[in-house]
């Protein structure tokens, strides 16, 4: 099975479009989208500086249209994308290609929503001094408890070893000056706390805009960096998107489902090389390209040959277990001792396995579907972050 992986932002780089807009029709696409987008995608992605498009609101437009031209210059077009691969993943960003390629969103579609997402996340970077900070190695609970005690967001968890930290940049500088042992840490160049309660501002401007969107199924297997699952529904993928903007994203789970898949083959599409080379870690065996100039497409179409699908992928295998993740920021609370939810006990649709605590309230914890417990990812008391993982389940009749 092969799997189309769309980069996310920090993945450009000055100039990197120029010897693609050779190839037939890709500058016809990219000055179409233009308007869509906001701002030149040609000019910016050919002429621009580094400072230039490391700017939110031109850096998204410009990968998400990269990864959906760059299908387009693989494949013949997005129909023909869809036949030959199994998976369509997205970082961050790249969830926004990834959904035009496996068909929830048309291109155009994908261009406007982009549009908005990336203006509202650059506002509400700019409203405080905030920034990200890579964790290389380390023990992933000391790393994750450390994050924590500075008030920081683990906003990506990439891959064993490979952590993101964000929040402010005294929150940054406090953690700089303690951090974990055995880790590295490295400042990322970044307008600001992405996929952190920060960019909360920016969720109901992508709501809005999403709310003119008419999304389709998934074609093929779509992955959700919200807790790595498969989505089967177009109105899902959308809802997962929108709240993404301020939750952690986890792209080591998207891997762990792209093997649980049996994927074979793995391309990031323009600009790659980021998660080519997490994939080649966390996915040994599995064959990988990075897309970075029309060079790399003969190797590309080699592997769409030896691995792509010849008919259209069923949609219905999806991994077998599913996440049940954090509303809200707040505290996990279990519920009743007496009626615990222990692992091998059956769960039924809307059944309460506790709460997150918060000053205003409580939000529930429920599964929307009748599951076995499989494993606790926290214990009563624990802080959680939106988005985090809180239970494993397996639903009902997958086993």
């Known amino acids: 099975m092969l799997v189309f992986a769309a980069p996310g932002q920090g993945a450009q780089a000055p100039g990197f479009l120029a010897s693609w807009l050779e190839l037939p029709g890709f500058?016809?696409?990219?000055?179409?989208?233009?308007?869509?987008?906001?701002?030149?995608?040609?000019?910016?992605?050919?002429?621009?500086?580094?400072?230039?498009?490391?700017?939110?609101?031109?850096?998204?437009?410009?990968?998400?249209?990269?990864?959906i031209a760059a299908t387009e210059a693989l494949c013949g077009d997005l129909g023909?994308?869809?036949?030959q691969g199994g998976i369509a993943a997205g970082h961050s960003v790249g969830e926004l290609g990834a959904g035009a390629i496996a068909g929830v969103l048309t291109p155009e579609d994908a261009m406007r929503l982009i549009a908005v997402r990336s203006k509202a996340m650059a506002r509400a970077a700019a409203t405080e001094a905030t920034g990200m900070?890579?964790?290389?190695?380390?023990?992933?609970?000391?790393?994750?408890?450390?994050?924590?005690?500075?008030?920081?967001?683990?906003?990506?968890?990439n891959a064993t070893g490979q952590i993101v930290a964000a929040g402010t940049l005294a929150q940054l500088a406090a953690f700089a000056a303690d951090p974990p042992a055995g880790a590295r840490?490295?400042?990322?160049?970044?307008?600001?706390?992405?996929?952190?309660?920060?960019?909360?501002?920016?969720?109901?401007?992508?709501r809005q805009a999403a709310s003119d969107v008419d999304a389709g199924d998934p074609a093929i297997v779509l992955l959700s960096n919200l807790d790595g699952a498969a989505v089967k529904s177009g109105t899902d993928w959308l809802e997962r998107i929108i709240t993404q903007v301020s939750a952690p994203v986890r792209w080591k789970e998207c891997m762990q489902s792209m093997a649980g898949l049996g994927a074979s083959a793995f391309i990031e599409l323009l600009p790659g090389g980021t998660l080519t080379g997490l994939a080649k870690r966390a996915l040994p065996g599995v064959a990988a390209v990075?897309?970075?100039?029309?060079?790399?497409?003969?190797?590309?179409?080699?592997?769409?040959?030896?691995?792509?699908?010849?008919?259209?992928?069923?949609?219905?295998?999806?991994?077998?277990?599913?996440?049940?993740?954090?509303?809200?920021?707040g505290t996990f609370r279990a519920g009743d001792p007496g009626r615990a939810a222990t692992p091998g006990v059956s769960v039924t649709t809307g059944a309460s396995l506790g709460h997150v605590e918060v000053r205003t309230g409580q939000h529930p914890i429920t599964p929307s579907f009748p599951a076995t417990i499989l494993e606790w990812l926290v214990e009563d008391g624990d802080p959680v972050n939106t988005g985090q993982p809180l239970v494993r389940l397996q639903p009902e009749g997958t086993e």
């Open 80 to 83: 023909q994308a869809r036949r």
């Open 133 to 157: 900070t890579a964790v290389l190695g380390g023990i992933e609970s000391d790393v994750l408890a450390a994050i924590e005690a500075c008030g920081l967001t683990p906003a990506n968890i």
């Open 290 to 329: 990075a897309l970075k100039t029309p060079d790399d497409l003969a190797a590309a179409r080699s592997l769409l040959a030896e691995h792509g699908a010849l008919d259209p992928r069923d949609n219905d295998h999806l991994p077998e277990w599913r996440l049940i993740v954090s509303p809200h920021d």
């Open 27 to 67: 500058a016809d696409r990219l000055a179409g989208w233009s308007d869509l987008a906001g701002c030149d995608l040609i000019a910016y992605g050919t002429t621009a500086s580094a400072d230039e498009i490391r700017d939110t609101a031109i850096a998204q437009p410009l990968l998400v249209a990269a990864a």
């Open 185 to 206: 840490l490295r400042s990322l160049s970044v307008a600001g706390a992405f996929h952190s309660p920060h960019m909360k501002p920016a969720v109901a401007d992508l």
